[in-house]
């Protein structure tokens, strides 16, 4: 995966002496007519609504990634369109217990199949307007 030159930050900026691990991560934006397919995280300290997606793991290629990751969060199939762009974000991720820089990126696709209820624990599909 290559570091796309000028990818903007979003969110806090890096805090000086903390050493943040690059966590790099795929994420899609669903849509089904006006409809769009997120993901509800309850754990621990999280309650979110998200695009569904996440880490993509060493040797994995993102779309695999992505595809693997809207499954376990949401119990979706997916076809991937293209990407859509991409952000570097600076955070705390408790579920780890790392300081991560998190490098975002997004892609459009569309929902297929709902193969079976969410594989990760916490998660929940939602479809909002």
């Known amino acids: 995966m290559t570091l796309r030159p000028g990818l903007p930050r979003t969110g806090r900026p890096p805090v000086s002496g903390v050493t943040y691990r690059r966590r790099p991560g795929a994420y899609a934006v669903l849509l089904r007519g006006h409809d769009v397919l997120l993901s509800r995280q309850v754990t621990g300290d999280i309650d979110e609504i998200q695009l569904p997606g996440g880490g993509i793991d060493p040797f994995e290629a993102p779309l695999p990634a992505l595809i693997r990751e809207i499954r376990e969060e949401t119990g979706y199939s997916a076809r991937i369109l293209r990407r859509l762009g991409g952000f570097r974000q600076f955070t705390w991720m408790s579920e780890y217990g790392i300081h991560a820089q998190k490098i975002c990126h ?24």
């Open 106 to 129: 997004v892609y459009l696709g569309r929902p297929g199949l709902r193969l079976g209820p969410p594989g990760e624990r916490g998660h929940t599909a939602i479809w909002m307007s």
